[in-house]
């Protein structure tokens, strides 16, 4: 059974940055892709940033040019993250780690990010 970890999320001012955490608890190269999500306050959940398995990147409009979704496993790391820069508060929400491995979908927990003065 795959886990899925989130980790940095916490509250930052307009203009700052975070970088969220994805552990996995297997090879994350067996995946054939891996995501983030987000669902603000009274909001739907939507697709932020995806990689591929060949490390071919997609981002959502909202973000392009702000967000960078990467991953490193090396050394066993087995973890993704999104680099989060020049953040709205429009970006607050709960952000979720999801990795696809046909047929089976994985989601991590959520990890709460606030954009707020």
């Known amino acids: 059974q795959v886990q899925l970890v989130e980790s940095g999320g916490g509250l930052v001012q307009p203009g700052g940055s975070l970088r969220l955490s994805c552990a996995a608890s297997g090879s994350i190269s067996s995946f054939f892709r891996m995501a983030w999500y987000r669902q603000g306050p009274g909001k739907q959940r939507e697709l932020v940033a995806l990689?591929?398995?060949?490390?071919?990147?997609?981002?959502a409009d909202s973000v392009k040019g702000r967000f960078t979704i990467f991953r490193d496993n090396a050394n066993a790391k087995n973890t993704m993250y999104l680099q989060m820069n020049s953040l709205k508060p429009e970006d607050t929400a709960v952000y979720y780690c999801?990795?696809?491995?046909?047929?089976?979908?994985?989601w991590g927990q959520g990890t709460q990010v606030t954009v707020s003065s």
């Open positions: 999801n990795a696809l491995q046909p047929p089976r979908d994985y």
């Open positions: 990689i591929t398995s060949s490390r071919s990147t997609f981002y």
